[in-house]
């Protein structure tokens, strides 16, 4: 069965970088998209960004727009995210998803078929 692993996280100060990576077990899988999601304690779960498989169109949420970038290795079926300027409510666990039968980057979490273990950020003031 497909699975997602993720790598990254930890804990760092406001205003340090960290990234995130997350790669499919199976080489042959061909998602449309990959996303990444966060949920914070108490809170649901929120999209963060995506990015097509087939080419570079990308989609952020206004929070992260500027600070973090996603990008992709099809060669590798590894999907990253690259997080600067890092404030505190960005603390959560990030899920890494794939989406397979999209025809256009969606940002709602219940179209995304395959969903990574998360892994926890936290950013202290």
């Known amino acids: 069965q497909l699975q997602l692993g993720e790598s990254g996280g930890g804990s760092v100060q406001a205003g340090d970088s960290l990234g995130l990576s997350c790669t499919a077990s199976?080489?042959?899988?061909?998602?449309?998209?990959w996303a990444w999601f966060r949920q914070a304690p108490g809170k649901e779960r929120e999209f963060v960004a995506a990015i097509k498989r087939s080419d570079d169109d990308t989609v952020y949420a206004d929070s992260v727009k500027g600070r973090f970038t996603i990008s992709r290795d099809n060669a590798k079926n590894t999907v990253s995210l690259q997080m600067n300027s890092l404030k505190p409510e960005d603390s959560a666990v990030y899920y890494c998803?794939?989406?397979?039968?999209?025809?256009?980057?969606?940002?709602?979490?219940?179209?995304?078929?395959?969903w990574g273990q998360g892994t926890q950020v936290t950013v202290s003031s």
């Open positions: 199976e080489r042959t899988f061909r998602p449309y998209a």
């Open positions: 998803a794939a989406d397979r039968l999209a025809t256009r980057i969606r940002v709602q979490s219940q179209y995304y078929d395959y």
